[in-house]
Each structure stands twice: as structure tokens, then as C-alpha cells.
């Protein structure tokens, strides 16, 4: 797996090394031709800008929990207000907890500045954690004008004198740069802390294949397909059940035309079957406006209009309730019932 590590280096400039296991197969300065082909890029934090401490924590803290109880204890210790500074929390080791603080301010110009190259970080490493870390010795290395001192449990960057005074009297292995580069991988394969958390976390970010996408809004088409032919098909069922009902009572009020009242009768039949139209007619208007609702049930008796609408919510219901009234009519809905993920609401419509 390649890794692109990207180093601080003096007046603010980066500079970039490319890794396959041990072995630096590429480098370079400045982020103007580091193309973000790499499995993993990995940002360095400049030690002067990053603090680094390993607190004795409770053991079996969730990562909230120990940042909670990391920024109780960092308050005393920073030197600016909390509300401005980013505190990660991370792995222990040698039985403490590591914490890392950086500035809000400064973590967001790195990532911004990285952006504006098109490159995305993978993890955000302080440089002390660079070095691995060794039980029985400090290892030292020299970087962008600080010394990066690391053992196993601490870790800080400092002026060369400063950490040359911190160290003495215990024994410092001083890296140059080839053995500094050679143990690089070992360092990054499990760092104790990565100041990507919290606000700064990388968000993933999902990939959808030509291929795919192209199956998907065919399914899609599909769907919306099948539904609108429900409903057609549903349009066409009621109308012809009307249709099928106007026609039977032509017949029988026709063989009793010569009883007296027939033509009363046949006005009043037709009075009632242009009721019924326009009843329906407002009904699967309303349906149409509503989402996930159809009609399961449809009569027309006492000069009402009576269905049973099946809907995914009681609000459904209520919705088509409104619609309805709008249009002059009468509505009244009865109590919905729960037929399995559905709701079924009685619902009748007159004239007022």
C-alpha cells in the first residue's frame, strides 16, 4: 500500500514524501504537483503548533468520555481558552492516554490549504509521533527546525538545545534522515493519537459507478412507472364500475317506464349518477395531491359518496379530508384502523 506523507518544512512550505513499505519511491516540495493518487495520505502537524501530553485516564472510557475527562484535565495546563483550541484524544500506551492540542485556527488553514490542492487527508499526525516509540531510549530527529523527541509514553518537539537539556542523562539515539525515512512506516501503522476527530473528522464520501447509477434510475423509472399504472388501472376500475351501475339502472328503471312515476324516478337516477361523478371527481383529484393514499373501498348510498382510504399515516387521511372540503364539499372521516404497516380511514362526502 503506498502512503504520502506530507512534512512541514521552514517559511511554512510542505514538502512530500511518497513510502511503499520502508522505501521512499518518490519526494518533493510544495503541493502543486503531489498528484492524490496514494492509498493514504497522511498530514504531519508542525511540532511548535501541536502540545502533546499522556494523561492517566479511568480504564473503559468511551472516546467521548475520555475527551470529556482529557479537557478537564487540560484546562489548567493551556495556555489560551479552551472554546478555541482542538483536543484529540487517542489510543493509550505505556497504560496512559495520549491527548494532542492544536489551535482550531491552525488545524483548519492546514486542511484548507490542502484542499485548495484537491487533497484530502487520510489522518493528521503531530511530527513528534513520527519517530516510533522505544521503551529503554529516546530516538531524536532534526525536522523543519525543531528536534522531534520520542520514547515510548512521551513525545515532544522542541528548539535542539531546549531538548538537548530535557534529555540529558538519558540515552538518545539520533536519527538521520535515511534511518528516519526507513522507520517511518513502523511509526504511522498505529499512531497514538490523530488530530482528525471530532469537528475535523474525515466524512466519507460515497461513490456511486456509471454503470450503477444507470441501473438505479432505471429502477427507479420502474417504480414510478408501476405506480402510475395503480393508479390508472384503480381510475379505470371505479369508472367502469360507475359506468356498469348507471347501466343497470337504465335497465330497470326502463322496464318500469310504464309504471306510474318511471320519469320521475329516471331524473331522479340521473340526479344521482351526476352526483356520484362529480363526488368522484373531487375525491380522486384530491388523491392525486396526496402521496401514498389510494381507495379501497367505493359506494355511492343516501346521496353520499362512501370510501375506505388506505393511507401510510392517519395524516394522510386527514390531508384528502381538507382537499376535498375545499371544493364545497361535506366531508367526514371515521376512526382510521391499523392494517398492518397502513392505516384504513372510513370516509364519506355530501353536499352541505
Not at 58 to 86: D, I, M, V, Y
Not at 146 to 172: C, H, K, N
Not at 324 to 334: I, M, W
Not at 336 to 346: D, L, Q
Request: aromatic residues 4%; contains cysteine.
Amino acid at each position: 500500500m503506498s502512503l504520502t506523507l506530507i512534512l512541514p518544512a521552514p517559511e511554512g512550505a510542505w514538502t512530500w514524501l511518497r513510502l511503499d513499505g520502508e522505501t521512499v519511491t518518490a519526494r518533493g516540495t510544495g503541493l502543486t504537483e503531489l498528484a492524490p493518487d496514494a492509498d493514504r495520505i497522511v498530514l504531519a502537524a508542525p511540532a511548535e503548533s501541536v502540545a502533546l501530553h499522556f494523561l492517566d485516564l479511568p480504564p473503559g472510557l468511551s472516546r467521548p468520555q475520555a475527551q470529556a475527562a482529557a479537557r478537564l484535565q487540560l484546562e489548567s495546563e493551556a495556555a489560551e481558552p479552551l472554546s478555541t483550541l482542538h483536543i484529540a484524544v487517542g489510543a493509550g500506551e505505556a497504560g496512559r492516554c495520549c491527548a494532542a492540542i492544536a489551535r482550531i485556527e491552525d488545524v483548519s488553514l492546514w486542511l484548507e490549504e490542502l484542499r485548495d490542492h484537491g487533497l484530502t487527508p487520510d489522518a493528521l499526525i503531530p511530527a513528534p509521533l513520527l519517530l516510533g516509540p522505544r521503551p529503554d531510549r529516546w530516538l531524536r530527529h532534526d525536522l523543519d527546525g525543531q528536534s522531534l523527541y520520542r520514547r515510548e509514553g512521551e513525545a515532544f518537539g522542541i528548539e535542539p538545545d531546549v531538548g538537548a537539556l530535557l534529555t540529558a542523562g538519558s540515552e538518545v539515539e539520533t536519527l538521520d534522515r535515511p534511518a528516519f525515512e526507513v522507520q517511518l512506516a513502523e511509526a504511522l501503522a498505529n499512531p497514538p493519537v490523530d488530530l482528525l476527530t471530532g469537528p475535523f473528522a474525515k466524512r466519507r464520501t460515497w461513490r456511486v459507478e456509471t454503470g450503477r447509477l444507470r441501473v438505479l434510475a432505471a429502477l427507479l423509472i420502474t417504480i414510478l412507472s408501476v405506480t402510475l399504472l395503480q393508479q390508472v388501472a384503480d381510475l379505470f376500475r371505479y369508472s367502469h364500475a360507475a359506468g356498469r351501475v348507471e347501466r343497470e339502472t337504465e335497465q330497470v328503471l326502463a322496464q318500469q317506464s310504464g309504471s306510474p312515476g318511471a320519469a320521475d324516478r329516471l331524473s331522479d337516477a340521473r340526479a344521482r349518477d351526476a352526483s356520484f361523478a362529480r363526488l368522484s371527481a373531487a375525491l380522486f383529484g384530491a388523491l392525486r395531491a396526496i402521496p401514498d393514499t389510494e381507495v379501497k373501498d367505493l359506494a355511492y348510498r343516501g346521496n353520499a359518496l362512501q370510501a375506505t382510504l388506505r393511507s401510510a399515516t392517519p395524516e394522510a387521511a386527514a390531508a384528502v379530508q381538507q382537499t376535498v372540503a375545499r371544493s364545497g364539499y361535506r366531508v367526514q372521516l371515521g376512526q382510521p384502523r391499523a392494517v398492518g404497516t397502513a392505516h384504513e380511514t372510513p370516509l364519506r362526502i355530501d353536499r352541505p
